[in-house]
């Protein structure tokens, strides 16, 4: 399970989520569509803080959220359903959305029950002309304080990232 499942970096809820409710108000830009996402375990070796072997091509997560940009500044958003989480802000160039999410402090229980990294998720897709959002999403830790075992900080895992058009 990947750390933002179980770190509880972001609403348990979902990792992303729709502008929906008090949230819309806070989502810059114009609507480019509301996805249901599917982030799945890409199988492929990466450093991870916690040193899990990959899943395979599992699906880890699942969400829906709305993707919003201004094409006269550049700027993009994808805006969480849950409003207790967090928004991604970032850029938009040539048809390519590279968003941020910063989570802030997480603790990595299984790491150490101590160990307190600080994280982010980042994502970059397009929008394919199947009405799709293909990208990727990467998971962020970096030492903040704690005893963090034998895991390796700063550390990253990438996952495949789809959006299905609602």
Request: charged fraction near 10%; aromatic fraction near 8%; hydrophobic fraction near 40%.
């Amino acid at each position: 399970m990947p750390g933002w499942l179980r770190a509880g970096a972001v609403c348990a809820a979902g990792l992303l989520a729709a502008c929906a409710g008090r949230n819309q108000e806070l989502c810059p830009g114009q609507p480019v569509g509301t996805f249901d996402f599917t982030v799945t375990d890409l199988g492929t070796p990466r450093p991870y803080c916690a040193k899990e072997p990959p899943s395979g091509t599992d699906v880890v997560g699942a969400f829906t959220g709305t993707l919003a940009q201004d094409a006269g500044l550049g700027t993009a958003s994808l805006c969480m359903e849950v409003v207790q989480a967090s928004n991604y802000y970032g850029r938009v160039d040539a048809g390519v959305f590279t968003l941020t999410a910063p989570s802030g402090v997480a603790v990595l229980g299984v790491c150490g029950p101590n160990c307190a990294t600080n994280s982010s998720l980042d994502i970059v897709g397009t929008v394919e002309i199947d009405g799709t959002f293909a990208g990727t999403l990467v998971e962020s830790f970096a030492f903040a304080s704690g005893d963090c075992g034998t895991c390796t900080l700063p550390c990253q895992a990438t996952y495949g990232l789809l959006g299905t058009p609602r």
